[in-house]
């Protein structure tokens, strides 16, 4: 677990406990009674008023991604991009999880429409720039026309006019970007083009729009009299900013005191909250609702032609976005139990439920109700990680919700939701797919602290239900059918011993590490693995310092090494080619359950689009060189400079020859010399992960090709070797001060033969980096970054001499990728690869250290 990411879930933690403190002491003279009886007061027209905003809200929401489409030229369906951006919206603004923030969403879904991450991050770009206008422009009229009442209070006029003006600048510097006279402009390594007048119009019409609409769906349930609307804007944009500034899922508690600090004292918290309530139900859950439907419906019904069009436009986002969707709902009907735990029973119900239940399994069924909640909300993470386990566990808890919801208080609103979610997780069974246990993932301290969140807020809430009530040590053990409170401070006990329980259980055993070294008998299977595959590269596994995940038939696998946050795949999954897709999704998912960022290097283009349905783009990184053996030979004019490096080894006395795995155990040490003697030389220490390094229990597995003078060992590199008639190759390339010119180019040559006479058809010469590089080839930028590096950066790296040395044998040139995730991510995955390779970060830039 990141110290950074501890200390922001203690930070929204502290801030929703304070808002809650705030809020109980803002409404002390509100009872549960009286919150009930105002919520009912709200008129139904006005509701129904309110849900045409919201419908409306969202509609001007899509066309934010339907503008932002036609800025960066692609126009794909317009009906597909609603859908998806509808759905992405209403999980996102409900849930509040950074997992399906709009950013992350479009990432993930976007790539798989044929986006380069260039486009995707012009998009993104563009659509938050769409996003900020609006509140700049509202925030800035608010603070000069008609400021909300605490802010007059606590900013003399002068001060909200500069404030206000400084909000409007912002927003008309923006708009004055075509006054530049330029189509783009430049941001790091990025360069996005300029919007056009007509299309920053549209942006200021939308984003204004937007806001105005969302704060008119609150302001249309406001009693009368009513503050103007603009007033309310003013109030409501700075509360939903300190929302999101909190980190708090949805802003939930901070929104809320925020609005009633802001409003007050034209208008009271007795009158502002319970609207506040109904707000949330119309504008938050009912389309949260509608999305979850959604997904449910397609899930059920995707193979049936009525729905067909609908499966095809939800595309690659149901895939994504059911197990976030659904743990997002489960995660809902644990608070639901949970607050309604807090709650006092309509008496009318109660009273009927005398008759109709044993009053023992009513008290059972209030506090099994409470520890059901929280399992619910436990269980949530698990089932966002498609975990079959957490799907089932999810399914006979949400089950058992209904029964005690009906038995406890006969809610049968609330065993309503919990069937509608139970009905929804049922019809998405084949979404589930990990086969994982429930708690074997690692310590999250954003979730847990929104799980801790939750108990406080039921806890508040049970207070604040319960403030009539004198509290005694009696209350604990009072049993009765009128006894709220006490049942109440039962199951708020339980819950709250549920939640220790788990906490101490992952501190006490916080999982499997990130990155388990293989074992003694991985590499043995490695070594099985990797001399029956048609390439060579999974020989890089048996140096040890890469991590191993496995297939199910232990026929194949995936090695990785961690750089910060950054989870490097080194080459494609070794392993049958219908088992490639499911390796690269056990990856993504151990990537996501540890918060890392996905990158898969020198990959090939054989596997790209399994890349791409994982949410991650690429860019071209180098070439690699396949030399083939079928018609290699030394003879012809344009193997003269090859015959002459051999010739003269032979002048000077050096012979090859190829010792066995057995015999390299015996010249080990002359071996080490050897390499010793080459790094001094060099001025270099070993590099790893993608490069070899000399490592004894990795060279024995090998065969290894050695120049000798007089049995004196002047050269040697280790042969990867590929199953019979497939891929050779070498790693470990390394001579003594006393080899003559040409050894290596000589030795080469050598191996060559050596290989095409024993039937093996191609020679890998590995990758010449950024070779063949252009701005074709991903973001323009880097692709000038590339060329400009290839050509100049001879102290960092011969980038041209790699590439002139292995031109020298012919070989034809097969490209080689990055993958990532896209966006401004590209940078920190090159730097994070480059230290893995290096060995640090400072070995980069002191080869020696």
């Known amino acids: 677990m990141k110290l950074s990411a501890a200390i922001r879930a203690l930070f929204s933690l502290v801030l929703l406990i304070a808002a809650l403190f705030f809020l109980r002491q803002e409404v002390d003279a509100l009872n ?153 402009v430049r941001v790091g390594s990025w360069r996005f083009s300029i919007p056009t007048p007509a299309q920053i119009a549209a942006q200021f019409a939308l984003s204004t729009a937007d806001w105005l609409l969302a704060a008119a769906v609150l302001w249309e349930l406001l009693p009368d009299p009513r503050p103007s609307l603009l007033t309310l804007t003013g109030a409501f944009v700075a509360a939903q900013l300190a929302g999101l500034v909190s980190h708090v899922p949805a802003g939930a508690g901070i929104f809320e005191s925020t609005m009633v600090l802001l409003m007050a004292p034209s208008m009271s918290a007795v009158t502002l909250v319970p609207v506040l309530v109904v707000y949330r139900a119309v504008y938050y859950l009912a389309p949260f609702a509608v999305a979850l439907g959604v997904l449910a419906i397609d899930g059920s019904y995707q193979n049936r032609a009525l729905l067909a069009r609908l499966s095809g436009r939800l595309g690659a986002l149901k895939s994504w976005m059911n197990p976030s969707a659904f743990a997002g709902a489960t995660f809902l009907a644990g608070a639901v139990l949970l607050f309604s735990g807090a709650t006092p029973a309509v008496a009318s119900r109660l009273a009927w439920l005398t008759h109709a239940v044993p009053f023992p399994l009513l008290e059972v069924s209030h506090f099994v109700a409470s520890v059901i909640g929280v399992t619910l909300l436990l269980l949530s993470r698990s089932l966002a990680r498609r975990s079959v386990a957490a799907w089932a566990l999810s399914s006979v808890a949400l089950a058992a919700g209904v029964v005690t919801s009906l038995l406890k208080g006969a809610d049968y609103e609330e065993a309503l939701l919990l069937s509608a979610i139970l009905g929804a997780l049922v019809a998405a069974r084949r979404t589930f797919d990990r086969k994982a246990a429930v708690f074997d993932e690692p310590w999250s301290a954003p979730w847990f602290a929104a799980v801790v969140a939750v108990v406080a807020a039921s806890v508040f809430l049970g207070t604040f239900s319960y403030k009539h009530v004198e509290y005694s040590t009696e209350l604990w053990w009072q049993f009765e059918m009128q006894a709220d409170a006490s049942r109440f401070l039962r199951s708020s006990v339980g819950a709250g011993i549920a939640v220790l ?61 961690i750089q910060g946050r950054t989870w490097v795949l080194l080459h494609d999954p070794v392993a049958p080619p219908e088992d490639v897709p499911g390796l690269l999704r056990a990856f993504v998912d151990r990537v996501d359950d540890y918060d890392g960022v996905p990158v898969a290097y020198e990959i090939r283009s054989d596997y790209l689009q399994h890349y791409a349905r994982l949410g991650l783009t690429h860019v071209k990184i180098g070439e690699e060189a396949v030399v083939p053996l079928h018609e290699f030979s030394l003879d012809g004019r344009a193997r003269k400079g090859l015959r002459t490096s051999v010739h003269r080894l032979e002048r000077e006395g050096l012979h090859f020859r190829v010792l066995s795995p057995r015999d390299v155990h015996w010249r080990m040490e002359e071996l080490r010399r050897v390499s010793d003697e080459w790094l001094e030389r060099k001025v270099v220490a070993e590099k790893g992960f993608s490069l070899g390094f000399f490592d004894e229990e990795y060279l024995r597995r090998c065969p290894i090709a050695v120049l000798e003078r007089d049995s004196r060992i002047e050269a040697f590199t280790n042969l990867l070797v590929g199953r019979a008639g497939g891929e050779l190759s070498l790693d470990l390339a390394r001579y003594r001060l006393s080899a003559p010119p040409s050894t290596m180019e000589g030795l080469f040559a050598h191996v060559m033969l050596w290989g095409r006479d024993r039937g093996y058809s191609r020679f890998n010469l590995g990758m010449a980096p950024l070779a063949g590089v252009a701005p074709v080839h991903g973001p323009v930028v880097w692709g000038m970054f590339a060329k400009y590096v290839y050509e100049h950066g001879a102290e960092l790296y011969n980038f041209q001499g790699v590439r002139a040395f292995k031109e020298k044998f012919a070989p034809d040139w097969e490209p080689r990728y990055l993958a990532y995730p896209g966006g401004f991510a590209l940078a920190r995955a090159l730097a994070d690869v480059s230290a893995l390779v290096a060995g640090g970060y400072r070995r980069i830039f002191f080869r020696a250290a």
């Open 32 to 184: 549960w009674p009286a919150l009930n009886a105002a919520v009912r007061r709200i008129p139904a027209d006005r509701v129904w008023v309110a849900g045409l905003l919201t419908l409306l809200n969202f509609a001007v929401l899509t066309c934010f991604d339907q503008l932002a489409f036609r800025h960066i030229g692609r126009r794909p369906r317009a009906a597909a991009v609603a859908l998806t951006s509808f759905i992405a919206y209403a999980v996102s603004n409900a849930v509040g999880f950074a997992l399906v923030s709009g950013a992350a969403v479009r990432y993930r879904f976007y790539s798989r429409w044929g986006l380069s991450s260039g486009q995707i991050a012009r998009l993104v770009v563009f659509y938050s720039s769409t996003f900020w206008l609006g509140l700049l422009v509202l925030g800035g009229a608010a603070l000069l026309v008609a400021p909300a009442p605490a802010v007059s209070a606590l900013v003399p006029a002068p001060g909200l006019r500069i404030a206000g003006l400084a909000l409007l600048a912002m927003a008309g510097a923006y708009a004055a970007l075509p006054l530049l006279g330029r189509q783009s």
């Open 501 to 561: 329980v788990f906490g101490l259980r992952y501190l006490l055993n916080p999982g499997p590490p990130a990155a388990p070294r293989p074992t003694a008998e991985e590499l043995s299977d490695v070594a099985i693995v990797a001399g029956s595959d048609p390439h060579t590269y999974a020989h890089m596994a048996l140096l040890g310092d890469k991590s191993l995940i496995w297939n199910t038939a232990g026929s194949g696998f995936a090695m990785y090494a």
